[in-house]
């Protein structure tokens, strides 16, 4: 597993680790029953507080997305994945919503907005 902070970025560390492992459990890096590691070495790893490593933990037990056992740790579950899924999607419809109604706004076309995903989507990926 992954996972970077920015001080500088503005928003909560412990919002940016959790928003990570949600991303790399809900996209399958992170499989159900894997252990995610402890809050110390995660801590320690990332050079951050033992307590903001916890609060992300927590809040992504309180999600249904991990679940702590004590004494052998922080595990992915997979109970409350398609419904964080379906939530996301969502959510993304609605961004793409407004970003059509704004593309309108500017004029563009249809066509002109495909090709500006596609060149972008192409960067993400690396291609």
């Keep these: 597993m992954h996972l970077s902070v920015s001080l500088s970025s503005g928003e909560p560390i412990y919002l940016q680790i959790k928003e990570q492992i949600k991303i ?3 996209s399958g890096q992170l499989q159900e029953g894997e252990l995610l590691p402890s ?5 320690q790893n990332l050079k951050i507080s033992v ?3 916890k609060r992300a933990y927590d809040e992504l037990e309180q999600e249904g997305l991990v679940t702590s ?4 740790g922080t595990f992915v579950t997979g109970t409350n994945k398609e419904s964080i899924r379906e939530m996301k999607f ?3 419809e609605d961004q793409i919503k407004a970003i059509i ?3 309108r706004a500017l004029g563009l076309t249809r066509q ?3 090709n500006l995903v596609s060149i972008l989507y192409g960067e993400e990926n690396g291609s």
């Excluded at 809050?39 to 801590?43: D, T, V």
């Excluded at 056992?69 to 052998?72: I, L, S």
């Design 39 to 43: 809050i110390r070495h995660l801590a």
């Design 69 to 72: 056992v004590t004494g052998k």
């Design 24 to 26: 790399q459990i809900l």
């Design 51 to 53: 307590i903001t490593t």
């Design 112 to 114: 002109d907005l495909s």
């Design 90 to 92: 969502r959510e993304l």
């Design 101 to 103: 109604k704004e593309s």
